[in-house]
């Protein structure tokens, strides 16, 4: 799988709090409505701009805070092809795999691309190519790659159970 998009950056420790507003949680329920959201009280243009197959790339920590799967949803819902971190919070990281959200660990992509900036993203080879450098990671394990292939956990069980 390949993804190229346009680049949304962030530093370190976003909140889901500011991924997803917690004034929404209860209130929203509508998958497609909690896209409009997305990051709403952290990047006006985002809420704005941001289209089908756009990046995030950020810093440490991604997802911190509440374990609030709404985070993971918003943007999934909202097209993002894939989110690139330093670190993620852990409940977070698999409430985007859950969803079916490409998420990728790196240390060396912030440095390298500018909001706006273009990244190809090949999950097969684990490469990304960034600022004109390719930086490797681990391809997903099969039942990992299983999950994001078929759209999240509901639709991979589903499918697996012959159901879907």
């Not at 993203?121 to 450098?133: R, Y």
């Amino acid at each position: 799988m390949k993804i190229k998009g346009r680049v949304w950056k962030y530093g370190d420790d976003v909140n889901t709090d500011v991924i997803f507003a917690g004034k929404y949680t209860y209130t929203i329920k509508d998958r497609a409505e909690m896209a409009k959201y997305a990051l709403e009280d952290l990047d006006a243009d985002f809420t704005k701009n941001a289209h089908a197959g756009d990046i995030i790339v950020a810093g440490k920590n991604w997802g911190c805070g509440s374990s609030r799967e709404q985070a993971a949803i918003c943007l999934k819902e909202r097209g993002i092809g894939a989110i690139i971190a330093r670190s993620f919070a852990r409940i977070h990281y698999r409430n985007c795999l859950n969803e079916g959200l490409p998420i990728i660990i790196s240390s060396e992509i912030q440095a390298l691309v500018e909001k706006g900036d273009e990244v190809e993203i090949d999950f097969d080879a684990g490469e990304i190519t960034a600022g004109g450098k390719k930086i490797k990671f681990p391809p997903y394990p099969e039942f990992v790659q299983g999950l994001v292939n078929d759209g999240g956990l509901l639709p991979h069980v589903k499918k697996s159970l012959g159901l879907a």
